[in-house]
């Protein structure tokens, strides 16, 4: 019986409270005041946002020159900063002992091929068992083998440019007694060189090789000039750089013509628009909207921003396609120069009355 009491009287009291407000005639209703709320002008995202990334200079293709063999350097005459042509001699080793090899491999092919011909004739005449014939053909193959074999090693007392590039730097001297695989010099090739940045991992993880725009070219500055270069985007690396969280990022161009000479290892500015290299797969045009704009409408599944349109709002599907340091970057069906509520998104409803209480304009 006290459950039931206590029942009727809260019921009695919600219908008195009820009364008390509707009795009340010069009292507007709260559906009717108009709520106030903050607006943020819709910016498309065409927008420049230029950063500026210290750079890296390195480059594009370099290799470390080394024998396949062992043995005495001859002939090496080359300096750090020494232009070379393709095909040009780096390094040539004393080749004596190569040459013997490879006259005695010479020989015992020789020697074997000779016995193989007298083999095959007295196989004709029956004069032959199959087996013995069969053991000197593998044997002749033995020989070709260590014959080739003799040559590659020749062949490999001579290393050759195999591009035209600059001698970065030399790691050996001329008569110096070397090991196979040794690295004799470092060649690269001046004639394309790379800018590499250090990207932050929230703006990496909106990057995609195939969605940057191919036409886009950032700017880049050396230490040694004020003159600007466009590059462009080559590759960047999925494996954050040790001791941060940030990813390396490549960009290439034609070496300077000018009279400015960069070097690998020069310091370098890029001035790189971030929008141009998260763009759209689908081409959508995309806009910038404030992240507190948005509204995870958990009921259907799918992000929303409120739109202000002659004192309303509406609710409108949004698909995000990153973000900025601007704010959020959408896609659907907005204008640029159009508002939305960018605080207290939550509290409103479809048709709602609001009055804007402040009307920024772009982020």
Not at 58 to 78: D, I, M, Q, T, Y
Not at 153 to 177: C, F, M
Not at 218 to 235: D, E, G, H, I, R
Request: hydrophobic share 40%; glycine share 6%; net charge neutral.
């Amino acid at each position: 019986m006290p459950r039931v009491r206590s029942s009727r009287i809260l019921l009695s009291l919600s219908v008195l409270l009820m009364s008390t407000g509707c009795s009340t005639e010069d009292s507007p209703l709260i559906g009717d005041t108009p709520r106030p709320v903050r607006l943020t002008e819709v910016q498309a995202v065409g927008h420049q946002e230029i950063r500026r990334f210290p750079a890296k200079v390195s480059a594009s293709k370099e290799v470390e020159l080394a024998f396949r063999v062992g043995g005495e350097v001859v002939e090496f005459n080359l300096k750090p900063s020494q232009r070379v042509t393709k095909g040009e001699v780096i390094a040539r080793l004393d080749q004596r002992d190569f040459k013997t090899e490879v006259t005695l491999k010479k020989s015992e092919f020789d020697l074997v091929k000779r016995e193989l011909d007298r083999a095959t004739q007295m196989m004709k005449k029956n004069l032959l068992a199959q087996a013995e014939f069969d053991g000197i053909q593998a044997r002749l193959q033995v020989a070709q083998g260590a014959l080739q074999l003799a040559q590659d090693r020749l062949k490999d007392t001579v290393i050759t440019a195999p591009y035209s590039g600059r001698i970065a730097t030399t790691h050996i001297e001329n008569h110096q007694q070397v090991q196979a695989h040794q690295g004799i010099v470092l060649l690269q090739d001046h004639e394309m060189i790379d800018v590499t940045i250090q990207l932050p991992e929230n703006v990496l993880s909106q990057m995609d090789a195939k969605r940057i725009d191919p036409s886009y070219q950032p700017l880049a500055t050396f230490n040694v000039s004020s003159v600007s270069y466009p590059v462009t985007y080559k590759q960047h690396k999925t494996q954050a750089t040790v001791g941060t969280q940030s990813y390396e990022v490549t960009f290439t161009l034609v070496a300077p013509k000018d009279n400015h000479t960069v070097y690998p290892g020069m310091g370098a500015t890029l001035h790189l628009d971030i929008d141009k290299i998260i763009a759209d797969k689908q081409g959508a045009q995309r806009f910038v909207v404030p992240a507190s704009a948005i509204l995870d409408n958990d009921l259907i599944g799918q992000p929303q921003v409120w739109v202000f349109q002659n004192g309303l709002v509406s609710p409108l599907d949004i698909t995000i396609q990153g973000v900025s340091t601007r704010g959020a970057i959408v896609s659907g069906n907005l204008s640029e120069n159009s508002y939305v509520v960018s605080a207290g998104v939550s509290q409103l409803s479809e048709g709602m009355r609001v009055t804007p209480i402040v009307r920024e304009r772009g982020l």
